[in-house]
């Protein structure tokens, strides 16, 4: 794996639009050793003239002064103190930060600005900060969430072969929401044929409400153009039967049909209420509480069910 260290003139990011549920992100990182066969930010390597494949998972880019850049940003007269999003492309909690350590400063920097924030990551190396996270939960809004897909070991070694195991995850959301910082999970993404059996959906449902998850949210599959030729490649040498099926699912358009996307969102529905619905932890926010009125993640961070895989971190 080789690191690539860069200085940034800036780590904020603004979102076009009005379709997301936040307007700013930081990546700390381009690039990704999670390894994760369907990632949308593969093509974003295309743009450093490297390839979505092999090299978006082991030429990895290290904004080293990424935190000492924010504290400028949020001192900024100009910065009106909106809610920030990480993990919207690349993971924050990949391997690289075991070794760089970005992401203590990032948060003590909105820590010291008050700010409001929110993670998705796979990567249960953010135990690590729990401590920072649980300091910045007294203070300002924040929200984290795991993606976490399967928990089948098969499936979990084939598609995302770099990511921490998805138990691992499962027991992080458990400690985050155990010490009052809301922890939701993303089951996404749901892999046709792979990771979308009931019964393996089922799996993942109980153990997030076992480990009192804010959130499950599902998101079938996105085949954007530069993601979709990695994964069909990847999907003929591993399951050559289901290219048929994805040809047809994904044929008219890049977020498959849309009887398919409902069905998904049926399926993660009734395995909440047959496991008795969330029970969000004692300690965590009323906000985040899912039998109030108010919406589990906060209107500025999280939707329980996003229009774009952007929510989705690699």
């Given at each position: 794996m080789e690191f690539?260290?860069?200085?940034?003139?800036?780590?904020?990011?603004?979102?076009?639009?009005?379709?997301?549920p936040f307007s700013?992100?930081?990546?700390?990182?381009?690039?990704?050793?999670?390894?994760?066969?369907?990632?949308?930010?593969?093509?974003?390597?295309?743009?450093?003239?490297?390839?979505?494949?092999?090299?978006?998972?082991?030429?990895?880019v290290v904004k080293v002064n990424a935190p000492e850049v924010l504290r400028r940003?949020?001192?900024?007269?100009?910065?009106?103190?909106?809610?920030?999003?990480?993990?919207t492309n690349t993971d924050p909690y990949q391997r690289a930060e075991g070794r760089y350590r970005l992401m203590p400063g990032i948060i003590e920097a909105m820590i010291e600005y008050r700010n409001p924030f929110s993670i998705l990551t796979r990567g249960s190396l953010m135990l690590r900060d729990l401590p920072l996270l649980v300091a910045a939960n007294k203070i300002t809004e924040v929200s984290t969430a795991f993606s976490i897909p399967t928990l089948d070991e098969e499936s979990w070694r084939r598609t995302e072969p770099g990511s921490p195991h998805p138990r691992a995850r499962m027991e992080a959301v458990a400690a985050l929401?155990?010490?009052?910082?809301?922890?939701?999970?993303?089951?996404?993404?749901?892999?046709?044929?792979?990771?979308?059996?009931?019964?393996?959906?089922?799996?993942?449902?109980?153990?997030?409400?076992?480990?009192?998850?804010?959130?499950?949210?599902?998101?079938?599959?996105?085949?954007?153009p530069g993601v979709r030729g990695e994964y069909m490649r990847w999907l003929a040498e591993s399951y050559p039967d289901l290219?048929?099926?994805?040809?047809?699912?994904?044929?008219?358009s890049a977020?498959?049909?849309?009887?398919?996307?409902?069905a998904t969102g049926r399926k993660v529905?009734?395995?909440?209420?047959?496991?008795g619905g969330l029970k969000t932890r004692p300690g965590v926010a009323a906000?985040?509480?899912?039998?109030s009125d108010r919406h589990p993640a906060g209107k500025s961070l999280h939707r329980t069910q996003p229009p774009r895989q952007l929510t989705l971190l690699q």
């Open positions: 690539i260290e860069t200085e940034a003139k800036t780590v904020l990011n603004h979102v076009p639009g009005s379709y997301m700013w992100t930081i990546n700390p990182y381009r690039g990704c050793s999670h390894a994760c066969v369907a990632c949308f930010a593969r093509p974003t390597h295309a743009y450093l003239d490297m390839n979505a494949g092999r090299d978006f998972e082991t030429k990895i940003q949020l001192a900024s007269k100009r910065w009106k103190g909106e809610a920030i999003a990480l993990g929401n155990e010490a009052g910082v809301p922890c939701g999970v993303m089951v996404a993404p749901l892999l046709p044929g792979i990771t979308d059996d009931p019964q393996g959906i089922r799996d993942v449902v109980v153990a997030a409400i076992d480990a009192g998850a804010t959130h499950v949210s599902p998101i079938l599959l996105h085949l954007r290219v048929p099926r994805y040809e047809q699912m994904y044929r008219a977020y498959g049909p849309v009887s398919d996307r409902k529905a009734a395995a909440v209420r047959a496991a906000r985040f509480r899912r039998d």
